[in-house]
């Protein structure tokens, strides 16, 4: 059974939440919280597997509120969903860099909560749908690289590669397909690089890619008719793979 916590200053959200995901027979709702601090004395009272987070929100917004339930050692298992009113919301790389395992907008269809749930329940990040690559790709570009980005040097050729791809939004399956290998292999060289590089999820995989300056992105994006198209005239470099994604550079690699 996953057990969820819900985080928002709206009744009527929290209600519709509620009510979709106790309707399921895998889920349970185990409280509710209208701010950050009460979403972290929930999160210490019930230890959720999940906890949906509002950025916004009176008092402690959800992005402090992450911060707090990431730092707690006795929160380790929880992992935190940031629900976000638009696709651009600048607050969404923060928290990712603060510790949450993703996003998801919420105007998102059932379908795609109850996916995103068991998705963060089940240790992988929630990257997409609904808030695409693009948005990553813009704050991460405008993210300045810090001394605590961790030492890229300790992982492998193969891991820095698969490192690459992750942060440019592929599955563990599209990673298998795209350097060949079996999925299986390529879940290992994931949980191995959050391992060596001591992240928490997929997430954090990806912030401390772009930090890292592993992976360029040349093209710069704009939206047409709501889907990420390349500028007119820009050009995007092939990976080593021969697949057109951005740049991913594992030459060089600094904290």
């Known amino acids: 059974m996953i057990r969820v916590a819900l985080a928002d200053d709206q009744p009527l959200v929290r209600a519709g939440f509620r009510m979709l995901l106790d309707a399921e027979d895998d889920i349970t709702v185990v409280g509710e919280a209208d701010d950050g601090a009460a979403a972290h004395a929930l999160a210490s009272s019930t230890h959720p597997d999940v906890i949906l987070m509002d950025v916004r929100m009176p008092d402690v917004d959800g992005l402090e509120a992450t911060r707090r339930i990431v730092a707690d050692t006795d929160l380790t298992a929880t992992k935190v969903l940031i629900l976000t009113t638009f ?44 808030v695409t690559r693009r948005l990553i790709e813009e704050f991460a570009a405008q993210s300045p690289r810090t001394a605590a980005t961790p030492a890229m040097e300790v992982l492998t050729e193969r891991e820095r590669e698969v490192v690459g791809l992750v942060a440019l939004g592929l599955s563990n399956d599209e990673i298998a397909s795209e350097l060949v ?21 997929r997430a954090q995989l990806v912030v401390f890619a772009y930090q890292a300056g592993l992976v360029t992105l040349p093209g710069a994006y704009r939206r047409v008719a709501g889907r990420p198209h390349l ?20 030459s060089s690699w600094r904290a």
Do not use: W
């Open 87 to 130: 696709e651009l919301d600048e607050y969404v790389f923060e928290a990712l860099r603060a510790g949450a395992s993703g996003f998801l907008v919420k105007h998102a269809g059932p379908a795609e909560l109850l996916r995103a749930v068991r998705v963060i329940a089940d240790g992988e990040a929630l990257l997409s749908p609904g």
């Open 181 to 201: 290998l079996s999925p299986a292999t390529a879940r290992t060289h994931v949980s191995r690089s959050m391992i060596k590089l001591h992240a928490r999820d």
């Open 231 to 250: 500028r007119r005239g820009a050009q995007r470099q092939e990976s080593t793979t021969g697949r057109r994604h951005g740049a991913v550079d594992s």
